[in-house]
């Protein structure tokens, strides 16, 4: 029987060996910036299973009043304030060594190129909420921007192009995701010699389809996570504990 400390060491092995490390990240990672989860044990839909509605689209565009909740969750979120953590880092040490072929995250918050992965690298399934964007004609803007008129009294901003209804740029429960983007994250899982999942439940599809999708192609799998995934059964280490104790530890040292 293997134990904790030689399960740790077998994956630094891998680690060290891998040319092209793909990582998929959820939101546990970015927890200990402050950013809570959806389905973890202190996660915002398992303390308050309505706010669910807020990030259904059918909802946001059918209720004014999902909407000025919405925007008042985006200007309190704690995302505005959030410093990457030991987790981002030891992603951006994998980068800085040459071993990231790509990162792929759930996550909306742009932490990973806050702390200094490449932009090129990383893949935004659920885009970002760093932008807005209308669902009428499809414009961008700074997000901070349209915030800074919610802070000055407008409870569901306008499209300042067209009137249409604004959103942040990410992909709400109904809502189609990006084929590009969705298309680029399954040719780079099928590429990967090493595939890091991290702080997922793997239970958002089809974002959680890069694990069985690696591990078809053949490479190894590595799941950390505090608790039980939908996909532990296709792991071939399971590191559960802490991410930001766990990831350092196998991603070694910067060149
Ligand atoms: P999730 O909320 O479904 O699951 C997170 C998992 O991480 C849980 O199993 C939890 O136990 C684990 N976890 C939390 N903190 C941890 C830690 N410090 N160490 C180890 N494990 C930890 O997350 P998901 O699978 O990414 O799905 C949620 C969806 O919501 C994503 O698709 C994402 O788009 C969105 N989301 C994003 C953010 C963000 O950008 N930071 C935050 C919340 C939700």
């Not at 092209?20 to 989860?37: E, F, M, Q, Y």
């Not at 946001?60 to 000025?68: C, I, Q, S």
């Not at 200094?116 to 009428?136: D, Q, Y």
Request: charged share 20%.
């Amino acid at each position: 029987m293997i134990n904790d400390s030689q399960l740790l060491d077998q994956v630094r092995g891998w680690v060290d060996e891998a040319r092209r490390i793909v990582v998929l990240t959820g939101a546990g990672i970015s927890t200990d910036s402050g950013i809570p989860d959806f389905r973890g044990p202190q996660g915002v839909w398992t303390r308050n299973p309505a706010a669910e509605r807020l990030a259904t689209i059918q909802d946001y565009l059918a209720d004014p009043e999902v909407r000025r909740n919405a925007w008042q969750n985006r200007l309190e979120s704690p995302t505005w304030h959030a410093r990457p953590n030991r987790g981002h880092q030891a992603i951006v040490t994998l980068e800085k060594r040459g071993l990231l072929h790509a990162l792929v995250t759930q996550n909306i918050d742009e932490l990973h190129q806050t702390a200094g992965n490449s932009s090129e690298l990383v893949i935004e399934v659920h885009g970002t909420m760093r932008r807005a964007m209308c669902w009428s004609c499809g414009a961008r803007f700074p997000m901070r921007d349209i915030l800074e008129r919610v802070r000055g009294g407008d409870p569901d901003p306008a499209c300042p192009r067209c009137g249409g209804i604004l959103k942040s740029d990410t992909i709400s429960f109904g809502q189609a995701l990006v084929p590009e983007v969705i298309d680029r994250a399954m040719e780079v899982a099928a590429e990967a010699d090493l595939l890091l999942a991290v702080g997922s439940t793997l239970q958002v599809y089809p974002a959680a389809n890069v694990v069985p999708i690696a591990r078809d192609a053949g490479a190894r799998v590595v799941i950390i996570n505090a608790e039980p995934t939908g996909m532990d059964s296709l792991a071939h280490a399971l590191l559960t504990g802490a991410i930001g104790e766990l990831l350092p530890a196998i991603a070694g040292e910067a060149a």
